[in-house]
C-alpha cells in the first residue's frame, strides 16, 4: 500500500488534470479572486509537506552519494542548486526551531516567501536573546503574516524585540547598529576611472546615513517641481563654476581615503543653498529621545531613508553615539524627544557655533586637537567637549576641532579620549 503522502500528492495531480483544459475566461470576478486565493493557500500547503520530506532526506542523499539532499533535489528535478539549498535550510528550521511557522505554512496561511522572511528575522536576532523572546516573535511575526507581505514582514522582523522585548531592544539594537557602522567604514570607498569617451566612471561605497543624505539633496534636484529664488515654480538646469582644469583621475591612489573624503564632503555641505524641497530647505533629520541619546548602546531614526534602494535593509536608523556626532555639525537637524514622542528640541540655533567661534577656535587650535594629528584645522568639525544633553555650552573654552576620524572616534563609546596638559586628546580603546 502507498504511503499517504504518496497518495495525496497523485490525488492533486489528478485533480489539477481534471481542470487543465478550463479557461478562467468564464470565471466571474468573485470566482477568480477566490481560487487564486485557494491557489495560494493549497501552494503553500504543498510546499510545506515538500520541505518536509526534504528535511528527512538525509538517507536519499547518502544513497545516491549526493552531498546532501538540497544536491540531490537540483540534479533529480532540475532546481537551481541555490535555490535547493535556501529550501534545504528552510526545511531544517522548519522542522527543529520553527513549529508556528511549519504550522502556519501547513494550514497555508503562511506563503514560502513570507516564510523565508520570518526565518531570517528569527535567525538574526542576536545569541543572548533567550528561547522564550524568540517563540513570541515567532507568534508575532506569524500572526502579522495574515496581513503582511514579505517586504513588510521583513521590516517588522528587523523592529520585532521593540514588540516582543522593548527591554532588550534598545541595547541590542545599538549594539547591531555600531558593528554595522564600524563595518561600513571599513569598506568605505571612492575611485574614478576614464572611459576614454568623455566619461568617467564613479565607483563609491559609503556607509547608510551618509547615502541617505547624498540621496535627499540629489533627490531635491531630480523633483521636477522646485521652487525657485522668488518663489515660483521652475525647473532650472543647475549648473557649477567651479570647474578645474585640473585632473584629479591619476592622482587617485588611496581609495577608502577618498571615500571617507567624499563623506567629509557631505557633511560640510551647505544645505542651505540647495533647492527648496518638500517646501522647506532640504534637510536631512535625525530623531531620537533624550534617554537613549544619553545612552551607550541606543539608536536613532534617520528621516529622509526610503530614497535609496534597500533602506529598509538599515539605512533608517543609526546609533546614538553616530547621532551625538552629527549634532555637532550644523547639517543635521536633531529631533530629540520626549515622552509619547514629544519633541524637546528642534534645530541647532542655540548650539551651534558661529562662524566667528569656528574661526577663533581655528586660530587657537591650527589642527585636530587629538594627540599627533596634522589635519588642518580648516578641514576640522567643532565639537562641544561637554555635550549639550548633558547642558554643555556652546562658548569656545567649551570647544575644541576634531578631523572627521577623531570626531568619529571621540563619540565611539569603544574609545576613551583624556585629555593631555598641552590641550591635546589621547584615544585609548576601552579595554
Known amino acids: 500500500m502507498s504511503h499517504p503522502i504518496l497518495v495525496a500528492a497523485s ?6 488534470k481534471a481542470v487543465a483544459d478550463a479557461n478562467p475566461t468564464f470565471m466571474t470576478t468573485g470566482e ?17 509537506l515538500r520541505l518536509r520530506i526534504l528535511a528527512d532526506a538525509g538517507d536519499l542523499a547518502a544513497e545516491t552519494a549526493a552531498r546532501d539532499a538540497a544536491g540531490w533535489l537540483a540534479q533529480h528535478t532540475r532546481t537551481r542548486y541555490a535555490d535547493a539549498r535556501a529550501d534545504l535550510r528552510l526545511a531544517v528550521a522548519l522542522d527543529r526551531d520553527r513549529p508556528l511557522l511549519d504550522a502556519a505554512m501547513r494550514d497555508g496561511r503562511t506563503t514560502l516567501a513570507q516564510a523565508q522572511v520570518i526565518d531570517h528575522a528569527l535567525a538574526a536576532l542576536p545569541a543572548e536573546v533567550d528561547a522564550a523572546t524568540v517563540h513570541r516573535a515567532e507568534a508575532h511575526l506569524v500572526e502579522a503574516a495574515g496581513e503582511f507581505g514579505p517586504k513588510e514582514l521583513g521590516r517588522i522582523g528587523r523592529h520585532i524585540l521593540d514588540v516582543v522585548a522593548p527591554e532588550l531592544a534598545e541595547a541590542v539594537e545599538g549594539a547591531r547598529l555600531a558593528e554595522l557602522e564600524a563595518d561600513a567604514r571599513e569598506v568605505t570607498r571612492l575611485t574614478m576611472r576614464r572611459l576614454g569617451d568623455g566619461s568617467t566612471r564613479l565607483s563609491a561605497r559609503i556607509p547608510d546615513a551618509a547615502a541617505t543624505r547624498l540621496a535627499t539633496y540629489l533627490e531635491s534636484f531630480a523633483n521636477p517641481r522646485r521652487v525657485a529664488a522668488g518663489g515660483d515654480l521652475a525647473d532650472r538646469a543647475c549648473t557649477s563654476d567651479t570647474a578645474t582644469s585640473h585632473d584629479p583621475v591619476a592622482r587617485l591612489a588611496y581609495p ?3 571615500g571617507e573624503a567624499f563623506v567629509a564632503f557631505l557633511e560640510a555641505a551647505d544645505a542651505s543653498r540647495l533647492p527648496i524641497h518638500g ?6 533629520v535625525v ?19 526610503g530614497l535609496v534602494p534597500g533602506d529598509d535593509l538599515s539605512g533608517d536608523r543609526i546609533t546614538a553615539a553616530q547621532a551625538r ?15 509619547s514622542s514629544v519633541p524637546l528640541d528642534l534645530g ?17 587650535d591650527t589642527m585636530c586637537r587629538a594627540e599627533g594629528c596634522d589635519v588642518p584645522a580648516t578641514w576640522c568639525e567643532a565639537h562641544h567637549l561637554h555635550p549639550w544633553e548633558h547642558g554643555g555650552r556652546t562658548d569656545i573654552d567649551d570647544g575644541a576641532l576634531f578631523c572627521g576620524h577623531h570626531h568619529h572616534r571621540i563619540h565611539d563609546p569603544a574609545y576613551r579620549a583624556d585629555r593631555l596638559a598641552n590641550g591635546d586628546f589621547r584615544f585609548n580603546r576601552r579595554r
Request: net charge positive.
Open 279 to 284: 517646501g522647506n530647505a532640504t534637510t536631512v
Open 11 to 16: 490525488d492533486v495531480r489528478s485533480t489539477l
Open 256 to 258: 577608502r581615503r577618498m
Open 325 to 339: 556626532r552629527l549634532a555637532c555639525t550644523a547639517q543635521i537637524i536633531p529631533a530629540v524627544l520626549g515622552g
Open 348 to 364: 541647532r540655533a542655540r548650539r551651534l557655533f558661529s562662524p566667528a567661534q569656528r574661526l577663533a577656535m581655528g586660530v587657537r
Open 32 to 48: 477568480k479572486a477566490e481560487a487564486l486565493r485557494e491557489l495560494v493557500a493549497a501552494e503553500a500547503q504543498v510546499t510545506e
Open 287 to 305: 530623531t531620537i529621545s533624550l534617554e537613549a541619546l544619553r545612552a551607550e548602546l541606543a539608536s536613532a531614526g534617520l528621516v529622509g531613508a
